[in-house]
C-alpha cells in the first residue's frame, strides 16, 4: 500500500469517528471504557505470564495480585460502564487541577518575564476550571471529552486527507521520472 493510500484510509477512519463521536457522545465514552477494559485484560495477561515466568517467589506474588486487580478493573468496567467513565473523567479532573496549580505556580517564578508569566497563570486556571467542572459535573465532561476528541479526529482526518493528495501527487511525478528514463 502506497503513502498516499495509507494516509487516505487514516483520514476517512479518522473523519468518520469524529464525525461519530461529536453525532453520538455517549457511544464515544461507551467505546473509551471498553477500550479501557480490553487495556486492563491485556495488562493482567502480560502480568500473569510474567509470574510465572519469575523463578522466585516475591515476583509471582506480586505480578499474581496485579494481573487479578487489572482482570478485576477490566471486569467492573465492562459491568459498570457509567460508573467507570465517571471515575476516568474524575481521574481527568484531578490531572486537570494539580496540572493547573503547577501552572499558577510556576507562573511566580523569579526569572519569568511578564508575558511568560501571564501565559502560565492563564493556562493554569483554566486547567483548574476544567478540573473544576469536571468535578462538579463528571457526566458532562465525559460528554465533552467525547466532542473534543471528535473534534480532533475531523481535524486530523482533513490534514491526512491533505497530506494524502499532496503524497500522491509526488508519486505521480516520480512515476513519471521512472517510466521515462527507462
Do not use: C, K, Q
Request: hydrophobic share 65%; proline share 2%.
Amino acid at each position: 500500500m502506497s503513502l498516499s493510500s495509507s494516509l487516505l484510509w487514516r483520514g476517512v477512519l479518522a473523519l468518520a469517528v469524529g464525525v461519530v463521536s461529536i453525532v453520538w457522545p455517549d457511544v464515544t465514552v461507551g467505546a473509551f471504557v471498553i477500550l479501557f477494559a480490553v487495556y486492563a485484560f491485556l495488562a493482567a495477561a502480560v502480568d500473569a505470564m510474567r509470574a510465572f515466568r519469575s523463578s522466585r517467589t516475591g515476583p509471582v506474588l506480586g505480578y499474581l495480585l496485579l494481573a487479578a486487580l487489572s482482570v478485576v478493573a477490566g471486569v467492573v468496567a465492562l459491568a459498570w460502564p457509567g460508573i467507570t467513565a465517571l471515575v476516568l473523567v474524575v481521574w481527568i479532573g484531578a490531572w486537570a487541577t494539580v496540572t493547573g496549580i503547577v501552572e499558577v505556580v510556576l507562573a511566580f517564578r523569579r526569572d519569568a518575564i511578564a508575558g511568560e508569566r501571564a501565559l502560565w497563570a492563564i493556562t493554569g486556571l483554566i486547567s483548574i476550571a476544567l478540573g473544576i467542572v469536571f468535578f462538579v459535573r463528571p457526566d458532562i465532561g465525559a460528554l465533552a471529552a467525547a466532542t473534543v476528541f471528535g473534534l480532533f479526529s475531523i481535524v486530523y482526518g482533513v490534514s491526512a486527507l491533505i497530506l494524502s493528495s499532496r503524497a500522491h501527487r509526488l508519486e505521480a511525478g516520480t512515476d513519471r521520472l521512472v517510466n521515462s528514463a527507462a
